[in-house]
């Protein structure tokens, strides 16, 4: 008998793409988000490397297209898992990874290729807000989701609507984005609220579901670079969403033996663009204050996102290559 013929079909190819979930994307958001930080500290940081963001920017781009393709022959070939997954209630909230990674995108492209960057954006704009909309109708009108299913990952859909105005101020009138702006930090204090109490009055979550934690930074970082560009000043409230992004961060820096005796999972990458977020929140607070402090701090948090990032490229494609992706959980 042949190899082939031997094989388990859980093996075989076709089988791997079948199984290729969609929080595949958050890969793009990490290394989007690396390459906004990049470009970011060579502005606002002396040694930074002018050309580096822009390089990762590229790399991401490429990653998405490839993810793209992928997925797409999945919901050709295996449309059913696509349904599968869309009714689960955890796996749902990463969808919308695939409109955030528009939105990076744009981000990663707004000074060097404006016209692109703005037809990213349109893209992945309304994208965003139909997923916004089909998900939390799945939350109000949910059959069988319980406490349970609740993690930070619940934040994706809805909050990341903050990213819209990071660049959707340089394409048309502020009031679209404050709509954007709104629907994200509004519904941010909502599921805050109840993933706290997740987190504070049942199980820990799944060591699977574990780096997730991580998302809880993202809101109020990303919030705090939107609220800027939107008001072009560090004021009150800006003050408010960077310093508890800072507070998240160092409440999970404190759980850093916890994260490091974690295996890898592809929720591994949850790590990247909340860590992306606050470093370039910190760059951002470096750049309009001056202050000698934050830039120390944003050199500190560049180097963590970097290794991190680095790491988990490094054990991504280790498993890719052992097979240990994109098989039946």
Not at 187 to 210: D, G, N, Q, S
């Amino acid at each position: 008998m042949s190899a082939s013929m031997s094989e388990p079909l859980a093996l075989r190819p076709a089988s791997r793409l079948q199984h290729l979930p969609v929080s595949f994307f958050s890969v793009v958001m990490g290394l989007a988000g690396l390459a906004i930080a990049w470009s970011r500290a060579a502005s606002v940081l002396p040694w930074a490397p002018a050309g580096l963001g822009a390089a990762i920017g590229w790399l991401a781009a490429g990653v998405f297209a490839l993810l793209v393709l992928l997925y797409a022959a999945k919901a050709v070939l295996y449309a059913d898992e696509v349904r599968a997954e869309f009714r689960h209630p955890v796996r749902l909230n990463f969808f919308p990874a695939v409109s955030i990674s528009l939105l990076l995108l744009s981000i990663v492209f707004l000074r060097s290729a404006p016209d692109a960057a703005r037809l990213l954006w349109l893209i992945g704009t309304p994208l965003h807000l139909g997923f916004t909309l089909v998900v939390m109708n799945r939350w109000i009108h949910h059959t069988g989701i319980e406490v349970a299913h609740v993690n930070p990952a619940w934040f994706i859909p809805v909050v990341g609507n903050v990213l819209v105005p990071v660049a959707g101020v340089a394409f048309y009138p502020a009031d679209l984005s404050w709509f954007f702006f709104a629907i994200g930090i509004v519904f941010w204090i909502v599921l805050m609220t109840i993933v706290m109490y997740r987190l504070f009055f049942h199980a820990p979550l799944p060591e699977r579901l574990t780096p997730t934690l991580f998302i809880l930074v993202a809101p109020p970082a990303v919030g705090f670079v939107a609220y800027v560009n939107l008001v072009d000043t560090v004021d009150a409230f800006a003050h408010v969403l960077w310093s508890t992004a800072l507070f998240l961060t160092l409440l999970l820096a404190t759980n850093a033996l916890r994260f490091l005796r974690l295996r890898f999972f592809l929720s591994s990458w949850a790590y990247s663009f909340p860590l992306a977020a606050m470093t370039i929140a910190t760059l951002a607070m470096a750049h309009r204050s001056g202050g000698a402090t934050y830039a120390v701090l944003a050199t500190a948090l560049l180097a963590v996102l970097s290794a991190v990032l680095a790491a988990l490229a490094a054990r991504t494609l280790l498993a890719v290559a052992r097979g240990e992706i994109c098989q039946p959980e």
